[in-house]
């Protein structure tokens, strides 16, 4: 299943019975099954890959799910823990997670589903002295891949290197990246790279070109997303508002326009995508306020269940099962007793309705 | 402003600038005494690149944890899509109950591959940081805000410290940075980096030292007196902000931005001081 979501996905585990650690407990069966609190390290990713199939990326471990999300397994992967890292899951048995350590990116791939890896190490020469922050993986067929690795800098420069792949893997080259952001990979090697603005490569990274998106409005911030479904997403900020304007092409991909307009109830800064998902029914945009997400029409579809805080949301082709990570923080009293929270939540009714399958909760 | 200051004094930073830039001393930073323009906080804090409205920064504010937001003032190395503050909308955060942290981002070290980069000779790196300082003097005289001991960190980024000449061009570029800044009415220099690649330790040695510094170190660990590759014994006196982990989206209230985490035991603007709640930043 093609990732659909933009940004870090959080999310993933199991069910029911609060307190369990790595491995939530099976559901008990109970009308309203609790989630499970998990403990550890809170997820940096997560996508549910097939019906059945989805993992979880934190800091410190990969977990699967064969079961929908109602059990989450450990898998031993072969890169350093606590340093940034990504993963992506073609299917329930090809997978890749990516981990860098000074200039060299550790590429650790399974092809029966985390029982075995191959790893390889890569070298990305860094734009930045201080390393690298965070990565992205992405692949569009099982001979094309990519690698982001976003330099550690302040909030006021986006720096990045690509790595590219057209053997699955065997080999990777390295070039700057035209700026950090968000990565895809089509099918036959073109690499969609997604920040202020969208960039595209057919050469492996070794040249870029830019994209020319007509907006609607004059916002003060854009923040762009790969193509899905057939659409670029454009999270426009305009001083306490945000909408999503979702931009087609019909140049095959140079020139994106005739924008949908679509208000968010949410609000957010500069840099904050808005995640959206493929549907047989054309893309959907999730809002970060509770409760609501939007097809192309603008229709609300009001979905239950989801809170705050939506960072991204991934869904089988046929659109029925699916996975959504949010994040958002609590205090109790004032400035005191706060708290950060994850949920990993899951549909099996095409959206409609969401449960908290999984929490993750760290002191804030 | 500064550029209304007497001729003679002129003169005499110009010497002592001269001499400054010339005679490198090992100088152990001493933190000032409490004024109004200026406050020690304990406590966490973020910053963004965009925040987008001053109710955003509202969200931020209520039932959060909380107290301090990195302000950027401008620079040559602003990023375009980074918000704009007028002076009503600063006024705006401070009644929110901000206190800040002033960042300015000009050029940046010369073997770097950024757009705006400062000299490989050293009288004129010592020169652009002044000039550097000036300009974002001028900015907080325009802000209306009490520039006598206000804190201004420059955001220096990473770059091959084990390039001699670039070290030494930075170290040139720092120490006239601090030194314009001190001239009265003086301000209280800072530099934001990271801790071991915009080699911050080297600071603690040029001619005119940084009051503090704001070390980037995304080891998730807030405690601002580990601050990796600068020993525990430079900036000691409440001298630290520490960026503790890097970019990445959080909501509150309904808000959603991509922010950086600090943990704050330094200096802020304005004052009075915020002391240690328990937070982790000491």
């Known amino acids: 299943m093609k990732r659909t979501t933009s940004g870090v996905l959080i999310a993933a585990c199991a069910l029911t019975l609060a307190g369990c650690a790595a491995t939530p407990r099976p559901d008990t069966g109970s009308a309203s099954a609790a989630a499970a609190a998990m403990t550890g390290a809170e997820p940096l990713d ?11 990326l934190t800091a410190d471990r990969l977990l699967v799910s064969r079961d929908g999300g109602t059990t989450l397994t450990p898998v031993e992967v072969p890169v350093q823990a606590g340093v940034p890292r990504a993963a992506y899951f073609a299917d329930a048995r090809t997978g890749v997670v990516a981990a860098v350590t000074g200039e060299t990116i550790t590429v650790a791939s399974t092809t029966d589903g985390g029982t075995t890896w191959r790893s390889t190490a890569v070298r ?24 982001l690795a976003r330099a550690a800098t302040s909030q006021a420069f ?41 960039h595209s490569s057919t050469d ?81 945009v999730f809002d970060t306020a509770a409760g609501h997400a939007y097809r192309r029409d603008g229709t609300d579809l009001r979905p239950a269940g989801l809170p705050d805080g ?54 804030a | 402003m500064r550029v209304k200051k007497e001729r003679w004094r002129k003169r005499l930073a110009a010497v002592a ?14 933190a000032g005494t409490a004024q109004a323009s200026f406050g020690i906080s304990q406590r966490m804090g973020w910053d963004a690149c965009g925040i987008g409205s001053t109710a955003n920064a509202q969200a931020f504010w209520n039932n959060t944890p909380y107290w301090n937001m990195g302000l950027y003032l401008g620079g040559s190395s602003y990023g375009s899509g980074c918000t704009r503050w007028t002076t009503a909308q600063v006024n705006t955060l401070r009644s929110q109950g901000w206190m800040f942290l002033p960042l300015w981002v000009g050029p940046q070290a010369p073997c770097t591959g950024f757009g705006s980069r400062f000299s490989y000779d050293g009288p004129t790196a010592f020169q652009q940081g002044r000039n550097e300082a000036t300009a974002a003097y001028n900015k907080i005289t325009t802000l209306g805000w009490d520039v006598l001991n206000a804190p201004i960190i420059y955001d220096l980024e990473a770059f091959n410290t084990g390039n001699s000449s670039c070290l030494a061009a930075a170290k040139q570029f720092i120490s006239g940075w601090v030194y314009q800044l001190h001239l009265a009415p003086a301000q209280k220099a800072g530099v934001y980096g990271s801790g ?69 035991n330094g200096p802020v603007y304005p004052g009075p001081s915020q002391l240690d709640n328990g937070q982790g930043c000491v």
């Open chain 1, 158 to 198: 986006s720096l990045g290197t690509i790595l590219a792949t057209g053997d699955g893997g065997a080999s990777w080259s390295a070039h700057p990246a035209p700026e950090a952001g968000a990565l895809l990979v089509e099918p036959g090697g073109r690499i969609w790279l997604a920040g202020a603005a969208l």
């Open chain 1, 124 to 147: 990305a020469p860094a734009v930045s002295a201080a390393g690298y922050a965070a990565l992205a993986v992405s692949f569009g067929d099982g001979s094309h891949g990519a690698i």
């Open chain 2, 196 to 264: 071991c690649a915009s080699g911050l330790s080297s600071y603690a040695s040029i001619a005119n030292v940084p009051d503090f510094i704001h070390g980037a170190d995304w080891s998730g660990n807030r405690y601002t007196g580990t601050i990796t590759c600068v020993p525990s014994g430079y900036w000691t006196n409440s001298q630290r902000h520490k960026q503790y982990r890097g970019d990445h989206n959080e909501t509150w209230n309904g808000v959603t931005l991509n922010i950086d985490n600090d943990c704050s």
């Open chain 1, 46 to 56: 997560a996508a549910l890959v097939t019906p059945d199939f989805g993992w979880v």
């Open chain 1, 310 to 363: 939506v960072q991204a949301v991934t869904l089988t082709p046929d659109g029925r099962y699916g996975w959504a990570l949010a994040g958002y923080g609590t205090c109790r009293t004032g400035k005191q007793d706060c708290t950060y929270h994850h949920d990993l939540l899951a549909t099996t009714d095409a959206g409609a309705t969401w449960r908290t399958t999984a929490t993750w909760a760290r002191p």
């Open chain 1, 204 to 284: 492996r990274g070794r040249s870029w070109a830019r994209a020319e998106l007509e907006l609607a409005g004059s916002g003060e911030a854009v923040t762009v997303s790969p193509p899905v479904a057939g659409t670029v997403p454009v999270t426009v900020v305009t001083g306490g508002r945000t909408e999503v304007q979702l931009l087609t092409s019909t140049d095959g991909g140079r020139r994106w326009g005739r924008p949908a307009r679509l208000p968010a109830v949410g609000r957010t800064g500069p840099g904050v995508r808005l995640a959206v998902a493929a549907t047989p029914g054309g893309p959907v």
């Open chain 2, 17 to 30: 600038a001269l001499l400054a830039g010339l005679v490198p001393v090992l100088v152990v930073p001493a």
